[in-house]
């Protein structure tokens, strides 16, 4: 059951920012210099996929979590500290992923709609990929440091 657990958090994270580099790396330079309506339906498509990895990945690490060990040993060997700034770290690149998903995709969506340049929308949405994706790196260490604490 544990190595099941740790490969769909694995899995789940490949899916979630494999889909975020996609998008921010692949389609959102696209929209830039074409037709921004591609990018706003690959994100519309892929968002169901990319929050249930999410899920998955929050699901699972919460079960690793039960399998450090005892309290006592987890908190000597300082895996409960960076734990803490781990789980932190999660939820500020899940708050910044769905200011992304709902609300500024939703935005480049009515510029669209409306006619007006999509420049602002897709700045902030590549702003708050950066974001989520260097989150993403220290969130990665920290999670290698904490199986090897």
């Known amino acids: 059951m544990?190595?099941?657990?740790?490969?769909?958090?694995?899995?789940?994270?490949?899916?979630?920012?494999?889909?975020?580099?996609?998008?921010?790396?692949?389609?959102?330079?696209l929209a830039r210099v074409?037709?921004?309506?591609?990018?706003?339906e690959g994100a519309r498509r892929a968002r169901p996929l990319?929050?249930?990895a999410l899920l998955s990945v929050g699901l699972t690490g919460a079960y690793n979590v039960t399998q450090l060990g005892p309290l006592d040993?987890?908190?000597?060997?300082g895996a409960a500290l960076l734990l803490a700034?781990?789980?932190?770290l999660v939820l500020v690149a899940v708050a910044i992923a769905g200011q992304r998903d709902f609300a500024q995709v939703p935005r480049l969506r009515r510029a669209l709609l409306a006619g007006e340049a999509p420049?602002?929308?897709?700045?902030?949405?590549?702003?708050?990929?950066?974001?989520?994706l260097l989150l993403a790196v220290v969130i990665v260490y920290l999670g290698?440091?904490?199986?090897r604490a």
Not at 34 to 40: K, L
């Open 73 to 77: 040993r987890v908190m000597e060997s």
């Open 119 to 132: 420049g602002p929308a897709l700045a902030a949405i590549a702003w708050l990929d950066r974001a989520v």
């Open 85 to 88: 700034g781990k789980l932190i």
């Open 34 to 40: 074409g037709d921004a309506r591609a990018f706003v």
């Open 2 to 29: 544990r190595l099941a657990a740790l490969w769909l958090h694995l899995l789940g994270i490949v899916v979630w920012l494999g889909g975020l580099v996609y998008q921010s790396h692949v389609l959102l330079p």
């Open 144 to 147: 290698l440091r904490i199986s």
């Open 50 to 52: 990319a929050w249930a």
